[in-house]
DNA sequence: AATTATTTTAACCATATGGTTAATTTACTG
DNA sequence: CAGTAAATTAACCATATGGTTAAAATAATT
């Protein structure tokens, strides 16, 4: 049982890749048994099906890409600028790193929105956590639920969307410089903090 | 020759559900056939292949979701409050009647960019004019020409992604109401205007 | 009406694809 | 080391899928 573990472990990034390169159904089960170098029995003999190996990417995708919201609010230490700077800077940054991740999800969830209950429970947001960001964030910003709500939107919206519109924005703003698109997602760390924060003065 | 027409229309509205709903690796021509009340051959007979009219439907969706960003600038009775206003307003609205076409564009994009520039060119998105909206866009707005692209980018993030990101935010801060959420966008039109004008200020 | 051209269909075809199985290899245990 | 259990593989299987074809139906032309 030695490589039991190690194969598993293969196989997952394996799928990985080819999931998020190709969605559900562009994925093919030769393909990631070729990636992760092992016979393609194997990938049934460790996770039975394509939508249950393909549900173990998806939560765990989902995991990565919803960083501690709650983390926004629940250190009181910090001021809430300091919070929104942590969190916009986390953010963004965990994207750059997996920067193929919005897409993929978006695409999926869109395909299938009934899977995203249980997704989100696995990553423990249940109704009682969701409550809480309903609840407490506003109350910390001191503004209404409407307002936090506007708050919360136009941050994930300004932090994700470069990334899912990358191909367009490139060639129609950016002549095609993968640099210069670069430079910009880092200048905007500092920005979107700022457009967030002028929200809640007026 | 009384049924042609009609017949070619049937399929590409067929496609065009199919292929928006499933995207080009999920979508089957047996489907596409089924939904259009047509044998399957005829798919082959007008488009000759998946790949074929699938390129149809995507530079057609493309041309619907890229409104005349140059109307922006290029009708100078109107301030620059009341072009954008104009813009987002009639931008939103649009994605309003058509939804999913944001998630369908940035998953097929994203999949394949190297088609990018054949449809950009296809809906009259060609070199020249992509340069006339990088140099005469921060003219009129007195701004830098990286200032007018934050700009630019950051009205685009705040129409698109509230409809490709949906189903989770619909899930984590509208309780799952349909009706609430469409009230947000609603509001939402007004409220984009203001974040971009507030940036130009400043 | 007869002939020709176009449109439409049913039946196929080759291949791809998710999945299974029986046998083989490798690792573990007494 | 023999025997058992787990891991791995090659060969299959049933079905789905994009695409083709030859014949039938319909429309246009003379």
Redesign the interface.
Known sequence: MVKAQDTETQILDAARRVFIR?????ARMQEIADEAGINKALLHYYFRSKEKLFDVILRETFAKIFPSLPDLMINPQLTFRESLTKFVDGYITAIQHNP?LP?FV??E???N?DK??QV?ETIG?DGAK?KQ??EVLPQRLGLSKEKT??V???V???C???F??????K????DNDDKAFEA?LEE?KA?VV??AM??IQ?
Chains 1, 2 share one sequence.
Do not use: C, D
């Not at 899912?164 to 924005?169: D, F």
């Not at 060639?171 to 950016?174: E, Q, R, V």
């Open positions: 190709k969605g559900l159904s562009g193929f897409a978006i695409n969830i869109n395909q929105p995203i209950a989100f947001f969701i960001v309903q709500r506007e919360i939107v136009t994930i919206s300004l994700v969307f470069p899912v519109g990358k191909p367009v924005l060639t129609l703003l950016f910009f905007r920005r700022e457009i002028s929200m007026s």
